[in-house]
Every structure is written in C-alpha cells, then in structure tokens.
C-alpha cells in the first residue's frame, strides 16, 4: 500500500489554498474555481484534499511534542533539499512551531526538520530527509508486562 492522499477539513478553503499554493507552491491537482469550498493540491505523490466544513469545534491544538500531544494526526512533513533555504524563504509566512531539530537513528538514517502552523493552526514540518537503504525489520515483540517501545523521538512522533 502506498498513501494516496490526506483530507483536510477548514472553517476558510481560499485561506488555505492561499497558503498551501501560494505560499508551499503545491500544484493544483484538479482545477480550482475561488468560491470553490473544496481544493486538490499536488504534494508529491500525495494529494491533498481541503475541505470547508460548517463545524463551530475548536481544532485541537497541537505543539508537535509527542510527549504531551492528545492522540490523533500530529503533523505532515514535506521533504526539501536545503532545510536553512526553505526556512529562509518560509520565514516571513509562517508561524514557527519550534526552533529546527534533528533526529538520527541508529541505522544511519536522519532528518533535520522545523514545524510551523498553517492558517488554521495545523502542523506541517519542512523536513530534509537523509535516509539509509531501508532494512526489512521483524515486528516488535511486546512482552506482557513490558509495554511497546517510546518513539518520543521519532519523526513523526512529535519531532
């Protein structure tokens, strides 16, 4: 299996395909017409479907830190090839959800990344991926008692 895409629900759709084209330079997937409540933008391989919703909840806040982060989608991340270039450029447009970090893992592979909030305050990451040729892991044994591994570190995982 493979994502194919990532519906994404907001109070103001040209809000969001403002920021999410204008500012990310995704491509439009399929056509979009203002007035439109719905968007497809193109990330990679990955289409992303935005959709005003008529909902008055509050979002949940997120702080991208797994640790105290409620359950649920933390944050996407969009793969650039000069992190500093990209938080350059971003800078004056986005709001910072924390300063950039890196994460290695013991296979060699690792990541610098920097969270930020789009309009409606969802995280996404610039992240600049260096990964290792991926190794075929045997799943995780739990023993009763012991719990599952901490991924606190993790991307994904509240980097």
Known sequence: ??????DLLCRNTQRMVD?????????FF???EPGDSWAALQAG????YVFETTSTAEPVHRVHVAA???PGL?????????????????????SWAGDARRWDHPSGTWYRFRAFYDPEGNVL??????????????????EPG?????????PGAGR
Request: hydrophobic share 40%.
């Open 125 to 142: 990451s610039v992240t600049e991926p260096h990964k290792v040729e991926p190794h075929k892991v045997e799943p995780h044994k739990v």
């Open 1 to 6: 299996m493979r994502l194919d895409n990532i």
């Open 146 to 154: 012991k719990g599952a591994p901490d991924a606190a570190g993790a």
């Open 30 to 32: 399929l056509p979009y």
């Open 45 to 48: 391989d990955v289409t992303l």
């Open 74 to 94: 933390s944050a996407f991340g969009l793969v650039v090839d000069d992190l500093d270039a990209a938080v350059a450029r971003l800078d004056p447009h986005v």
């Open 68 to 70: 105290v982060d409620p």
């Open 19 to 27: 920021f999410y084209h204008g500012v990310l330079g995704l491509d």
